[in-house]
């Protein structure tokens, strides 16, 4: 056989990583330290490169980039400590801060120690503020990066998230499962019990029903995740290394796009790395209680979204229209764009033809929002915590339809902002919401009434043959786009979830 150089291995080596897990089972490899075994080979070589390969357990490292989490900080440290698998370091980045965030997690500094099954794990918590840094969450991301070089895996966790008690156990024996898996998401929801009032419950309830579509559309999809949020997940470091090896990166995210998570994501999948979204671990995330804050968050992922999958060259990003992991997003955009078309061409030809008094009901109108009530009603009971007000959410129909008209505006106001080459800072918009501050969230209302209201005048300017013209011809139009849009939600209604619980 070829021999390596002493310290050396070869390129195609690779460590054996194993799960701290009694979940696991028994791999079928063979016992490495038995000199037996390796007798036939060299001396001190062939037992230096016997060890070197042995498998041995992962070591994880865990950042939490933090900007402002004063009220949730405590609370994500602490379903991170209850752990059943505790990762092996806790780094707390903070950036650009300036309530008591720092002061908070200092009380969580140091090491820590739980005892699962008998089993003893040690962690430390280590907290860093970095001050004024104009990367952002991308600069506390990079430097959490450099902090954990030398582990196997680096759990990203946001400052306004927290874990079920087995996630990073669940998320570790995935990823040591299969090792051409780049990064690992967990399935993401909200945990409503912790808000009260009825504009936060509305839009939380219509939060978690967008978060569970978007969660089943990637388990049915082969788990393959569009997008490794940065809420929580799993990476890999060799994943991580080769991309930036790959596109010449001093750091995995790079911070000239609007979802820094999305673009790894893609940059994973073209290292050759999977990109999954696990079957069993779960996160809660921090919702938009309010409709300003709501808007700015919306428009960022909207716009990032755009911006990666448009083709042509927009400074150092390249739009990649054929991207396996962009289709999800062409669907969603599509789809939206159907969505607006047939509820803004509804409501016209309505008005238009109770106008000159022409409406007929017919209760074959009926049948598009009774299918979306009961595929919304299918999402509902899909979720593992299914609670009254998610079955109200969706079997009232109402609510569901509020929440698609709001994220009709978030649609339009991204691909407005896109189209026009805007150089807005969607980071500082989206902190600008959440601490109360813009009036954008309401621009959308503005237009759709201006829209309206001219629609309305040019309309009331035709004569009686022109008008009838018009409605003899927008409203077999109008049948046909909402015929296919409800047979698109009757191939989701009958599908099967194959046990996947979002």
Known sequence: MTETSPGLRRATDRQILLPRSTKAGPLALPQFADLDAVETISGQLALAASTAAAPRHATISCIIPCYNEQDTIAEVLKSILAQTRLPDVIHVIINNTDDDTPEIARTFAGPHRRVVKGEEFVTTVHVHDMGVNPDKKVGALNYGYFLSRGFDYILGVDGDTTLARDTVERLELEMTDDPRIGGLSAIYSIDKSRFKGLMARFLIAGQRAQF?????????????????????????????????????????????????????????????????????????????????????????????????????????????????????????????????????????????????????????????????????????????????????????????????FIRMGHFVSAWTQFLAQSDKDNWAAQANAEKGKGSAYVMPLVVLVAVMGGAIYAWSQQSVGVQSAILSLGWPVLYLATIAQTVFMLRKLVRRHRGFRV
């Open 212 to 404: 569970a579509a978007f969660n089943m559309d990637n388990l049915l999809r082969g788990r393959n995740m569009a997008v490794l949020g940065g809420q929580c997940s799993l990476f890999n470091m060799r994943a991580l290394e080769t991309v930036m090896i790959r596109h010449h990166q001093q750091a995995p995210w790079v911070r000239d796009s609007e979802v820094e998570d999305s673009k790894l994501s893609l940059q994973i999948k073209d290292a050759g790395f999977s990109t999954k979204i696990s079957a069993t671990a779960r996160a809660y995330v921090g919702p938009m209680t309010n409709l300003r804050a709501l808007h700015g968050q919306q428009v960022k992922w909207n716009f990032g979204a755009i911006d990666l999958f448009w083709p042509g060259q927009r400074g150092d990003n390249k739009g990649q229209p054929l991207h396996p992991n962009l289709r999800l997003r062409w669907y969603e955009n599509i789809s939206m764009a159907f969505n607006i078309a047939s509820r803004l061409g509804f409501m016209l030809l309505l008005i238009a033809a109770l106008s000159i008094h022409a409406f007929v009901f017919n209760p074959i109108w009926l049948i598009p929002p009774a299918v979306a009530m009961l595929l919304n009603l299918r999402l509902a009971l899909a979720m593992k915590d299914t609670s009254a007000s998610d079955i109200l959410y969706a079997a009232l129909a109402v609510p569901a339809e509020l929440y698609m």
